[in-house]
């Protein structure tokens, strides 16, 4: 059941709740014991003991067993979980709704907590798992297999990973009886059928035969449902509130996985001599993979300028289709994290892969900036590269991924060292007959507790290495013991802060928040643990007292903005259970009540600070809504952008200044809140200056979000104000987190970055954490390693899930230390340097004038690129730009950060602290679109046809690419701009936009569907990109020869502009640059 | 004494002295001072009302009345005050000997001016203040007596709702959609402004930038004002569901804690509010309180039970913290109050002392009502409140907006009133340098008042003997004019004017004639609320030997006694029962403060201080009737030698009204002969005392508390302790009505006797 672990999967109130209009980030649909089995959900999860039976099937009217007679019928994309793909594919889909009805009538010994043990009959394609047979049963699923033999479901058992399997030495004779013995022993190919069935559609039978050593994760215990069932149609709840909004976009939005992102891979065929294997191939070169000469490592961009050259003689000398562009990938890769006991080098962080953690972690959790070690300081100083980790603890798994297994130890708690208090890894090396073990952080030799102990077989390994997650895997999460709790865990509190004041109700932000969050609600658990609370606000802040006993809600008004206080002690956050009839009548009439609201004013501050002491007891999840500038009470503003405006001189001179906060009310009160485990994200759905700069102080320090509507309409925003509200509370998260990056000795932390609140050196602390969220860890070297050595990071993550348990994820990545500069820039890692680069310019930005920060920005890829021309290229022709392979794509992102919003001089103040913002816990896939965004023609959509991919192959940014009859849609993440030129066919404006000229089309812009294949599939792109992105992104629309087609063209980054050198430029500038330092 | 009652039913007064002293020394000789007892609005059912504006004099700006010299011819009158001579206006041409107008009837002393149109234009408004902090028990109580209140009300009065516990909840009625409050910390005092400001009157017009922004007239809109303060038909339905939604107080008390009870934030901001909406009309803050309170500015208290709530004995220490700072808070609001012309209603139902000791000022100087009672389901409470509402024979005939002054002769000047009225602190040369009470001023304001409020004003005779003392025989007249401008429960407003005139007398022949004057009921009245007034001012006083002085003093004046003789000592009719009355204020709970708390005390003197002398008489020397077979019901001696087993006793001690039962007439209560048809008789004798005390009960405000007890029961204390005890556990004699009073106090016997072995020394 593996079912798909979409991102935050089935909550219970999916399956009743009806059909969420539009489109929902998140996949709903899945019985919950079935998600519950699977590890890589447990986050979220409630002890296992969740009852089949009262979770009704969400789509009962499959078959229970469709997987016996395969439905190859689904056809396109119309069935709920069809995503659209080769029939074979469909074989498995099926299988979803099989275990879906957990009804009597199933035949399955669906026995929760009960280890039945796998029986001996076992499917032999169990056989192939390296894992024990305990652990595999507990991630079985009843209606699995398709070519797996029958019904394996009834045979089966179905428990869900249970502790005591789990405890360490608990069922010994279990994992002995069972023949799985021999690692990696390909399954048959009847069961790659499976594999495909998680990959996106690209994904061949072919491919997977190439590579048979790969054993097809999970085929067997979980079935690739994927993301793909978890699409419900939108409803029509939303759209009644948007009825000029006709035709619902994305009514049937493409079944896809957000997974099976087919985003940019490099295709080394593409770039100029020598073709050589780009990292695309790295899933090929299991193993240690021969050393290739530099060369093979290298791209050179032949006829530049000479050295002597004329600056601008250079250009036309550069065949712009030469040089080096992200191409997409077009199928998954497959990765193994260790092989034959090295770390391998990992997919690029913007491909589409699956992960089998074999010892390192996945690369999804955390990844190194340079996937070899230097052994000292001088090295990495050289290589003009730096070393990070981008950590990203709760990040989406792939469906297809082995869950994350949960560790109980029992009373006693984690194995740790008892020096460094490292957890245990597989990369503890037991010794004196597993008596003792040595610490691959500090070195230091621990006695192993005696109930742990376990001998060592012949290869120096404990023997039960292979059944122990901890020893075997690079994540594992353990069961927090007592002393990892201050208090009981926290319940999961949301509350509710709209603005109500006289601009929010009027712009419809009051109505759309209400409207969101009414919806969302039903999709949050019921349980006894869910609490609930809203309060409202303007010049005062109005709480509601929703107990039960009243006969309506009781608005209590709190007007003392400058010293507040929550005016009620109780009921103003109550159990959802309890409140959930007075929650809705009040969401429904807080718009009409302030219908008439005169009140300008805005006590933001003393909003969230009293929504705080409401909350101080529990901590939770304060969401903020909030439309205008805060203007009265604690922590109130000025409106220093118009200030800077009229002051020039003074605006001038020191225009960062206003991307810093503006005081430090804000700062004070954000500390304050982490320390009680409040974490605030704020929506701002404004059309005015909001001062993003201070605001955000407290979403950031408290491991929260800014979400930024402008200008905010109520007609297109709000189905984004809901989708992002219901990803923000639906994916996985954890509350009253602390977070510590542990490394070898040699090698120490030198700073973190992120959305967090730090109070001691060593440690973030997270009120709130969620799967989106990353952080920076910047390493140094505060010794030399031993070259040939491994180098271990461990993150730890101590947190408590949305069901109150508490846990510690582990996430553990030993990689080689190396004295080889050219191993160091073989092993390179652009996505997650450039998201470096981004991270460490964003934070910068506020403190340094723009010129310096894109210089340094410059500086840091011309660094680099200049070591390896020096130190590595053997062929040195002076005309030459020799760039590595694995960078070769770090001079257009390094131009394209140059021009990004945050580092434009022009620009709202506003958006650019919001960039700022967006990028601090930006994750390391959504780094690169974010300044590279993805550019597709839309207009001929549907003369293409690409089995391949619901989205067509994007283009380069540049305005050579856009022609005057096109229509292109650009997405970078989170905005997505649809541009129209002048000249396009009317039949074509009026299949997409149902109006026959440009200017006809409405403003603001809501995408609709029509009905014909153009307007269809430019639909299911739009939902496809937004499943990917796990964001609804907001459109904008962009005309030819207005402002907003001009904007359009500031994202054409390879275009020279007032921001910058054009691509070619860039090139010969770094060029030069690398030569004067070669001569000086 | 029966032409005193006399005279009060004529115009409301009852002075000590109806034969003034003539002068100065005269005066201080005479002990009781020169004073009256003045009920401004005293229901008279024959006193006319003019309808025009009366005629005031150039200079002394008195009033026209009987005692001025009329010169028909030159259509001219004397002013008795200055002398003025003032021409009639044209209007008054026709006046004649024949054709007088009402204000010229001798009869007519007091009469009342109404001027047409002058009607306010707010109707009366309530401000419902009410105590969360209490049981669920009270709460129910207090809810319904509540709901029953509003109905009563009139329909076009102003309502508004204030809750208050730890926080104080200001509820917007006016608002349609749901329950809505304002919650202010109860810590925390919050001025007008900031209340101006929070509660968002501003929204929808710019703030004034200068002046004193109140009411609808001066910056606020009526709308946000009738956002709080909605007439009584609009609001019954929301006022009702907000009191049933309405619950105890939410935050967790700990067990060693009071509740937080921000009883003085709760106030400030009733009054700010009221301030704000409706200044100068009038309005009444109705407080409901049901324990100390613990927070705010003014806490009584504090929170922890450790420690005790104040006695009077930490007051005589000066050892309770809070104490002056409460007092100087509540003096600040009742400032508040008095310039807004509000008032405040104190209801106190507790167990506990709620801190009415420390409200006193501000109850007192806006004329509010108070009633103290042991919980919101007493009927002292319920009736109470009933009779504030209720309109009818017993009406309160609640007032609001007075404003008193007075007018004397200009050897006459005035040193204060004690009474529940406020200084407007117009001085003037009437003000004589000697305060008492409210003092140093000819005005006074009187935020609310009613048929029963008495003030009690004293005198300062400045007269000085002169040598041709024999020969002023021009005038031996002093006059006084009261006049009284109010706003009658109907809104219009009244100006009454009582005129008086005394004679004055001085020499060595007067002392008879003062006596004639003397009415000693009146008199113990003054000297009670003197005594009460003293006791709370003065440190260090010592109320027991003044008033034996007050008493030795008088005797030796006005008795006939030769010296050193004791069997000839006696007394003029006139003043025979003082000695008792002062016996009897001796053991009161005025001034006997043992055993009453702090709340006690101020409540039985707020009482005293607004009460009618014959009211109050009944408080210091409560009356005693006896029923029983062989007489009809006759007043029997506040002795203990009253009780007797056959005899039923009915004493009204104002707050307590004990029906007693002696021994006999107990068994055969309890023996139920009083059902059977053959006993009718009995059951009649049993019914009397009850039809009585009833009648009692049913004028008086407060409503006292009915005891029905039988002779040597537990609840048999309420009468004991009035009985002078001229028996007690030492006495030799026979007891003849078998009761005896285990005190060690003095009978009065003993007390008289003293008295004239000190007086003929």
Redesign the interface.
């Known amino acids: 059941m593996a079912a798909p672990v979409p991102p935050g999967a089935s909550r219970p109130g999916d399956n009743t709740s009806p059909p969420a209009p539009n489109y929902n980030p998140n996949f709903r649909g899945f019985p919950d014991s079935l998600a519950d089995n699977m590890q890589n959900l447990n986050l979220n999860r409630p002890p296992m003991t969740s009852n089949l039976a009262a979770r009704p099937p969400p789509f009962g009217q499959s078959p229970a067993f469709p997987s016996s007679s395969p439905s190859p019928g689904i056809p396109g994309p119309s069935p709920p979980f069809s995503r659209p793909g080769p029939p074979p594919v469909a074989q498995l889909r099926p299988s979803v709704p099989g275990y879906g009805p957990p009804s009597s009538t199933l035949p399955l010994n669906f026995v929760p907590g009960r280890p039945t043990g796998p029986p001996t009959s076992q499917p032999m394609f169990l056989g192939s798992r390296p894992r024990p047979s305990t652990l595999l049963s507990s991630t079985g699923s009843p209606a699995a297999p398709t070519s797996g033999g029958p019904y394996p479901g009834s045979s089966l058992p179905t428990h869900p990973i249970g502790p005591p399997l789990l405890t360490p030495g608990a069922h010994p004779n279990t994992l002995t009886s069972t023949p799985l013995s021999a690692p990696q022993v390909m399954p048959p190919s009847g069961s790659s059928g499976n594999v495909m069935s998680n990959g996106p559609p690209v994904f061949s039978s072919g491919a997977l035969s190439a590579r048979p050593q790969f054993p097809p994760i999970n085929s067997a215990s979980q079935p690739p449902v994927g993301p793909n069932v978890v699409r419900t149609p939108p409803g029509p709840a939303l759209q009644s509130q948007l009825p000029s909004s006709g035709a619902p976009q994305g009514t049937m939005p493409p079944l896809g996985s957000p997974f099976g992102v087919p985003s940019w891979r490099m295709q080394p065929q593409q770039v100029a001599p020598p073709p050589v294997p780009g990292p695309t191939q790295t899933s090929q070169m299991f193993g240690m993979p021969p050393p290739l000469p530099n060369q093979s490592m290298t791209t050179t961009i032949s006829p530049a300028v000479g050295q002597t050259g004329a600056p601008m003689a250079g250009p036309s000398k550069i065949d712009p289709n030469q040089i080096p562009r992200p191409t997409p990938s077009s199928s998954v890769i497959l990765h193994e994290t260790r092989q034959g006991n090295q770390a391998t080098i990992p997919p690029p962080a913007t491909s589409d892969y699956i992960v089998r953690d074999t010892g390192n972690c996945s690369p999804r959790y955390m990844r190194c900036t340079i996937n070899q070690i230097p052994f000292s300081a001088d090295l990495l100083v050289t290589s003009g590269m730096q070393l990070a980790l981008l950590v990203q603890p709760l990040a989406l798994p792939h469906p297809s991924e082995e869950p994350i297994q949960v560790v109980d130890f029992g009373e006693s708690g984690p194995v740790r060292c008892s020096r460094c208090k490292a957890y245990i890894n597989p990369f503890m090396k037991f010794v004196d007959q597993g008596r003792r073990f040595i610490c691959n952080f500090c070195g230091f030799t621990d006695e192993t507790p005696r109930d742990y102990h376990c001998n060592l077989g012949p290869d120096g390994r404990r023997r039960d290495a292979d059944e122990r997650p901890e020893l075997c895997r690079g994540t594992v999460e353990f069961v927090a013991t007592k002393e990892f709790m201050v208090r009981e865990p926290m319940p999961a509190a949301y509350f509710f802060l709209i603005d109500v004041s006289m601009n929010a109700v009027q712009t419809g932000a009051t109505a759309a928040a209400c409207s969101a969050i009414s919806q969302v609600i039903t999709d949050l658990p019921e349980g006894p643990r869910t609490m609930v609370g809203v309060a409202t606000f303007d ?2 802040i ?2 509601y007292n929703l107990k039960r006993a ?12 400058q ?1 507040v ?1 929550t ?5 103003v956050i109550v159990p959802l259970a309890e409140c959930r009839q007075h929650l809705e009548l ?1 969401l429904e ?1 807080i718009p ?2 302030f219908h008439n ?3 300008s004013e805005s006590a933001f501050g003393a909003a969230i600070e009293a929504a705080f002491l409401a909350m101080k007891g529990s901590g939770g999840k304060l969401l903020v809504f909030q439309s205008v500038l805060p203007s009265l009470g604690i922590g109130a503003l000025s409106a220093r952008e118009a200030e800077g405006r009229t002051n020039t001189s003074a605006g001038e001179k020191e225009a960062h200044k206003l991307l810093q906060p503006a005081d430090k009310a804000f700062k004070e009160m954000a500390i304050e809140f982490a320390e009680y485990q409040v974490c605030v994200d704020v929506f701002l759905t404004t059309q005015t200056y909001v001062d993003i700069a201070s605001i955000s102080v407290i979403p950031r320090t408290t491991g929260g979000q800014v979400y930024y509507y402008y200008p905010f309409s109520a007609l297109s925003d709000t189905a984004k104000l809901y989708n992002d509200l219901r990803w923000n509370i639906t994916r996985p998260q954890g509350f009253e987190a602390v977070m510590r990056v542990r490394c070898s000795q040699g090698i120490q932390v030198q700073e973190y970055y992120g959305n967090f609140c730090k109070r001691i050196p060593t440690d973030v602390d997270l009120a709130g954490i969620d799967c989106d969220k990353t952080f920076m860890v910047t390493l140094k070297h505060d010794d030399k390693l031993q070259d040939g050595s491994e180098c271990a990071f461990q993150c730890a993550l101590l947190y408590t899930t949305l069901f109150g348990q508490r846990r510690i994820r582990v996430i553990t990545l030993s990689l080689p230390v190396t004295s080889m500069l050219s191993n160091l820039f073989r092993a390179a890692d652009l996505d997650t340097q450039f998201c470096c680069f981004l991270k460490q310019a964003a934070s910068e930005i506020p403190s340094k004038p723009l010129l310096q920060v894109r210089e340094q920005v410059t500086n840091l890829c011309i660094n680099a690129l200049f070591s390896y021309r020096k130190f590595c290229a053997t062929v040195s022709s002076s005309g030459q730009l020799i760039l590595p392979e694995a960078l070769k794509l770090l001079p257009l992102y390094t131009l394209a950060l140059s021009k990004s919003i945050g580092l434009r001089n022009e620009g709202r103040i506003d958006e650019r602290s919001f960039w700022i913002n967006y990028v601090s816990s930006l994750s390391t896939p959504l780094a690169i679109p974010l300044v590279y965004p993805r550019m597709v023609a839309i207009h001929d959509l549907d003369s293409k046809e690409d089995h391949n991919s619901v989205i067509p192959s994007f283009l380069p940014l540049s305005s050579e690419h856009i022609s005057n009859e096109g229509i292109y849609l650009l997405e970078n993440g989170h905005d997505c701009s649809i541009y129209i030129g002048d000249s396009v066919s009317s039949d074509i404006l009026q299949r997409l936009f149902g109006v026959a000229t440009v200017d006809e089309i409405p403003t603001p812009f809501v995408l609709q569907q029509f009905d014909n294949p153009l307007s269809k599939k430019l639909n299911e792109v739009v939902n496809e990109i937004r499943q990917q992105r796990c964001s609804y992104l907001r459109l904008k629309l962009c005309k030819k020869g207005d402002p907003s087609g001009m904007s359009f063209f500031s994202y054409m980054v390879e275009d020279k502009s007032t921001g910058g050198f054009s691509y070619v430029e860039f090139l010969i500038h770094v060029h030069r640059q690398i030569q004067h330092k070669m001569t000086a | 004494m029966a032409e005193f009652l006399d005279l009060e039913a004529q115009d409301g007064v009852r002075m000590p002295w109806n034969v003034i002293p003539g002068t100065k020394q005269e005066a201080i000789n005479c002990v009781v001072p020169v004073s009256a007892i003045y009920t401004p609005i005293k229901h008279f059912p024959n006193m006319p009302v003019l309808p025009y504006s009366p005629l005031r004099c150039r200079t002394c700006r008195a009033i026209l009345n009987p005692f001025c010299m009329v010169d028909f011819a030159a259509k001219i009158w004397i002013c008795p005050f200055c002398f003025q001579r003032n021409h009639f206006p044209p209007h008054y041409a026709s006046i004649s000997d024949e054709n007088l107008p009402a204000e010229l009837f001798p009869q007519y002393t007091t009469i009342e001016y109404e001027t047409p149109g002058e009607v306010a234009s707010i109707p009366p408004v309530f401000m419902f203040v009410v105590d969360t902090c209490i049981i669920e028990e009270e709460m129910a109580f207090l809810k319904s007596a509540l709901s029953q209140a509003i109905e009563l009300l009139p329909d076009n009065s102003l309502v508004g709702l204030i809750t208050f516990g730890t926080f104080v909840h200001v509820h917007e009625l006016g608002f349609g959609q749901i329950a809505k409050t304002y919650v202010f910390k109860g810590s925390k005092d919050v001025t007008k402004d900031q209340l101006l400001e929070q509660m968002s009157f501003f929204a929808r017009k710019p703030k004034p930038s200068a002046g004193v922004i109140a009411g609808a007239r001066d910056g606020l809109s009526s709308e946000s004002i009738a956002r709080f303060l909605l007439p009584a038909s609009e609001c019954e339905f929301t006022f009702n569901s907000v009191l049933e939604e309405l619950q105890k107080d939410p935050w967790a008390v700990p067990a060693d804690q009071r509740p937080t009870r921000c009883t003085s934030t709760a106030l400030s901001i009733a009054a700010s509010l009221l301030g704000a909406c409706v200044p100068g009309s009038g309005a009444r803050i109705m407080a409901f309180v049901g324990g100390p309170a613990t927070e705010g500015p003014a806490p009584i208290v504090t929170k922890s039970l450790s420690e005790s709530i104040r006695s009077h004995k930490d007051l005589d220490k000066d050892s309770v913290p809070h104490y002056h700072k409460c007092v100087k808070f509540y003096e600040g609001l009742s400032k508040q109050l008095v310039h807004q012309g509000h008032v405040l209603d104190l209801f106190a139902c507790a167990l506990d002392q709620v801190g009415i000791a420390e409200l006193k000022t501000a109850v007192e100087r806006t004329g509010g009502l108070v009633v103290l009672a042991e919980s919101f389901g007493h009927l002292v409470f319920k009736d109470s409140l009933k009779r504030v509402f209720q309109s009818g024979d017993f009406d309160l005939g609640l007032s609001s907006n007075g404003i008193f002054e007075v007018n004397c002769s200009k050897d006459i000047k005035v040193e204060g009133i004690i009474g529940p009225c406020a200084s407007l602190e117009k001085k003037g040369p009437l003000c004589s340098d000697v305060v008492v009470g409210q003092g140093g001023t000819s005005a006074w304001k009187m935020c609310g008042l009613d048929k029963a409020t008495s003030l009690c004003l004293f005198f300062d005779i400045v007269r000085k003997e002169s040598p041709d003392a024999t020969v002023q025989s021009t005038s031996n007249q002093f006059y006084f004019q009261f006049m009284t401008y109010y706003q009658n429960n109907s809104g219009q407003m009244r100006f009454r004017v009582t005129t008086l005139s005394r004679r004055w007398v001085a020499g060595p022949g007067s002392i008879q004639e003062l006596t004639a004057g003397f009415d000693q009921e009146a008199a113990v009245i003054v000297m009670a609320r003197q005594v009460s007034f003293k006791m709370e001012t003065e440190a260090e006083f010592d109320p027991i030997r003044w008033l034996d002085k007050a008493l030795i003093n008088l005797c030796s004046r006005f008795g006939d006694y030769q010296k050193d003789s004791l069997s000839s000592f006696s007394l003029s009719p006139r003043l025979a029962i003082f000695p008792q009355f002062l016996f009897h204020l001796r053991r009161s709970q005025f001034v006997q403060v043992f055993n009453n708390s702090p709340d006690e005390t101020a409540y039985f003197r707020m009482i005293l201080n607004r009460e009618n002398v014959a009211n109050s008489v009944v408080m210091v020397q409560p009356s005693l009737i006896s029923y029983s077979f062989h007489s009809g019901p006759e007043p029997a001696l506040l002795d203990v030698a009253a009780i007797a087993a056959d005899r039923i006793l009915l004493l009204d001690s104002f707050f307590t009204v004990v029906i007693f039962h002696g021994s006999t007439i107990a068994q055969w209560r309890k023996g139920g002969y009083h059902h059977q048809p053959e006993h009718q008789a009995f059951a009649q004798l049993l019914q009397a005392p009850h039809d009585d005390a009833d009648l009692i009960i049913k004028e008086r405000f407060p409503v006292p508390r009915l005891v029905v007890c039988d002779q040597y029961g537990s609840q048999a204390r309420f009468l004991l302790a009035k009985l002078n005890p001229s028996a007690t556990y030492n006495s030799d004699a026979a007891v003849p009505g078998g009761d005896i009073i285990f005190t060690d106090d003095v009978s009065f016997e003993v007390f008289l006797d003293h008295l004239k072995r000190l007086v003929v020394q």
């Open positions: 010049s005062t109005h709480f009243l006969q309506q809600p009781l608005m209590l008004i709190v007007p003392d903005v010293d206080y005016p009620l002690e109780t009921d009040l009439s009409s009540m609201n005169m009140t």
